[in-house]
């Protein structure tokens, strides 16, 4: 059995609540199924401020960049606010990202029946919902240079962020997300605003020409992205997989995610380009949710979104589909239960806290 390397990020907050699930996950699958998985551990994040200045050390960047794929908890909270813009919590993600190269981010938004109910929409537009949005993550308007404040002198300043993309950039992410669609119900619809962006205008010209080039069979649709965030939250069974930039991906991931309910149910994974002989990515699996300060250590955490972001790990860089398919039914079978945990509580449910939510889950699986 070849060994199978996952680095632990935890991070702040309940970061480390969340993962203490998926560390029971991985010691069941070893030990049930013979997994082979291997665990190391890093800081990110405040934590790792706090413990050398950076919000993520060189060594468990080499450890990242070592690994199979990295677990990440979440970072941030109301402790860091007053650190230095190069040191903040975010910036070891972000360093993460860039270093792994990690352009392709899979944000599946998918609705479990046992919380249609729950939804911000009727029961009816989000029953049986299942797209994937990929943003394209490590270009754009997040890292275009320029992108400074700088005093004017006469008392105003200027601030400026810009949006670059070159050809291959569009090209891997269009990849990607035909790719997928093959495994899926073989569509995709690319988002951008070509009505006023240049890098709209190439961003089409390039999702078109891929999709002649090598995925002809794939079903392929444009959208302006502003009219796609309407149709998301209109009638979102449309889609099946989105294709967009990284600003755009950031917004209306978030828009798709609260379809489905709240924040601690979604999952995501960054990956990277495979590598040219062993076709292995480069890969970090992270809850959509942040270090939620406001619950942090009250062992109230959902703990979902970081199992689920875990079955995606097991599909996308192990291969290991039926345990995934295993893994999200088995979340589907503690909800169907009535178990919930305080965030998406409803009528009639029994509330449980984050260690009994991963038990129960564990249990099922
Ligand atoms: P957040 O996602 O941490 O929390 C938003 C709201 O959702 C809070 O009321 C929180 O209690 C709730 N929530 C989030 N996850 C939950 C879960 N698993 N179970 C139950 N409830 C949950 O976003 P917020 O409040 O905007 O940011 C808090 C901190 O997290 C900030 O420092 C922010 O910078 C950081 N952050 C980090 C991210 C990351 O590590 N990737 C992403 C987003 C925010
Ligand atoms: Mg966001």
């Known amino acids: 059995m070849a060994s199978r390397k996952l680095l632990l990020l935890p ?9 203490a699930e998926v560390r029971k996950l991985i010691a069941a699958m070893n030990e049930r199924l013979g997994a082979g998985f291997e665990t190391e551990e890093g800081l990110v994040g405040g934590c790792a401020y706090d413990a050398h200045g950076q919000a993520i050390s060189e060594e468990d960047m080499a450890k990242a960049m070592a690994a199979d794929a990295v677990l990440f908890g979440a970072v941030g909270g109301p402790k860091w606010d007053a650190v230095p813009y190069e040191a903040r919590p975010e910036a070891g993600l972000l360093r993460l990202r860039k270093d792994m190269e990690l352009f392709a981010n899979l944000r599946p938004a998918i609705c479990y029946p046992a919380l ?6 009727k029961p009816e537009v989000v029953e049986g919902l299942d797209i994937l949005i990929i943003r394209e993550l490590t270009g754009g308007v997040y890292f275009g240079e320029p992108k400074t404040i700088t005093d004017l002198g ?20 269009a990849g990607v997300a035909f790719e997928l669609a093959r495994t899926r119900r073989n569509k995709v619809c690319s988002m951008e605003k070509r009505n006023v962006m240049k890098s709209g205008v190439l961003w089409n010209e390039v999702v078109t020409a891929t999709h002649k080039a090598k995925y002809p069979d794939v079903e392929l649709s444009h959208m302006l992205a502003d009219a796609g965030g309407m149709q998301l939250v209109r009638w979102p069974k449309q889609f099946d997989v989105i294709v967009t930039d990284n600003l755009f991906g950031d917004m209306l991931s978030d828009v798709a995610a609260m379809l489905t309910g709240s924040l601690g149910m979604l999952p995501s994974a960054s990956l990277g380009a495979p590598d040219a002989k062993t076709g292995a990515r480069k890969a970090l699996y992270e809850p959509v949710h942040g270090s939620a300060p406001d619950i942090a250590g009250k062992g109230i955490a959902n703990p979902i979104a970081m199992i689920a972001s875990f079955a995606m790990c097991l599909r996308y860089s192990f291969g ?46």
């Open 11 to 19: 991070g702040d907050g309940i970061g480390p609540e969340a993962m």
């Open 116 to 121: 249609a109910q729950s939804s911000s929409l």
């Open 320 to 365: 290991l589909v039926a345990e995934a398919d295993r893994l999200e039914k088995a979340i589907a079978a503690v909800l169907d239960d009535g178990l919930r945990t305080r965030d998406i509580l409803s009528d009639g449910m029994t509330e449980v806290g984050t260690g009994a939510m991963g038990d129960a889950i564990v249990e099922k699986f």
């Open 154 to 173: 006469n008392g105003q300043k200027r601030a400026i962020d810009t949006q670059v993309y070159d050809t291959f950039e569009i090209e891997r992410i």
